[in-house]
């Protein structure tokens, strides 16, 4: 059951009540959505940005920077507001990081509101899950969950009833059963699904609710690279481009040591995609489960871990079909790249013809 996503029918999906795969939505729709490919939202997409953002933090990933920019400049999203996780870095540091990337790039009058220290507050009341109770009292939405989930689960816990009011979750985590998430040759050491592994059991409360889940995983993501050059696009570019240029070239050298690569894969934008222009993502309906297995030995300079067993988020069409399900997107159109760096704000492109 694959299938491209298509703008249109995601908007169609999100302004009714639930967010699926284009493949179930065509059955359920008579096949309409092909006629409907293409077409603009009459009204943009509701969202709350749940983020652990280390941007400009020595060694520590960029992405939920950029997805937030990226976020801030999508005419298709209206963001009800931002919570901030731990993950890619402690919530002491990653709340004021947050605030700051809002206050100076986010909408005005855009709220941050500070969530979970760790997985030992999984459903301990924060300003963050009380603001999105909130929110969803007063509408449905849509939860980009682009580092753990333990502020959405929070509230799940606390208010079962408002799992009916959440359209849709997006999140960065998942893979196929035997899938190490490795970079380059160099190095046989790879990455961990963070956001997952963070807080496993927060996935837990997820999957237990019936609440339409989509996974932009390490294997799409890892199709996207922005390099060198890329990174000098942003320093030409706007204010908000500028303001990533340095943090991201830095990051850029922390895979070129570790990896051996030139550039570095831009994770969490690719769930931000998925909802902006999900005509340039590949996805697919699959049954989902948790399982334990050995470690796959990852990089400690990607925050890395070592463990004799650990949980794996797997999607595999072997699973049970009678069980949970999630949208797995697996694979994106080259042409989304330069849509991030349009978004952005960085530089145009120079045609070397041109020269």
Known sequence: MTSHVRLGTMVAALAGS????????DRAHGG??????????????????????AVGIPERDVDDGLALIQAFHSPELVIRGVSVVFGNAPLADAFPIGQRVVERFGPRGLQVYRGGRGPEDLGRTTPASEALAAALRREPLTI???????????????????????RAVVAVAGRRPG????????????????????????FRVLLDRDIPLVLAPFELSSKVWLTDTDVQRLAEGSQAARWL?????????????????DGFNPFDTLAVGYLTHPDLLTCETLPIAIETGPDDVTEPRVQGTTAREKPYLIVSASLSAAGRRATYC????????????????AARAIDASRR
């Open 18 to 25: 639930v967010c699926v795969g284009a493949g179930e939505l």
């Open 32 to 53: 309409s959505i092909r006629a409907a490919q293409g077409a603009r939202a009459a009204t943009p997409i509701r969202v709350w940005i749940d983020t652990d953002p």
């Open 144 to 166: 980009l969950a682009i580092g753990p989930l333990t502020n959405m689960a929070t509230i799940l816990m606390d208010e079962p009833a408002l799992a009916e009011r959440i």
């Open 179 to 202: 899938q190490r998430f490795t970079t380059g040759t160099s190095n046989p050491r790879g990455h961990r699904d963070f956001n997952f592994e963070q807080d496993p059991d927060a």
């Open 245 to 261: 240029a340095a943090p991201a070239r830095a990051w850029s050298q922390t895979w070129r040591d570790v990896f051996d690569v």
């Open 330 to 345: 697996f694979d994106v159109k080259p042409a989304f790249r330069e849509v991030l760096l349009q978004r952005l704000g």
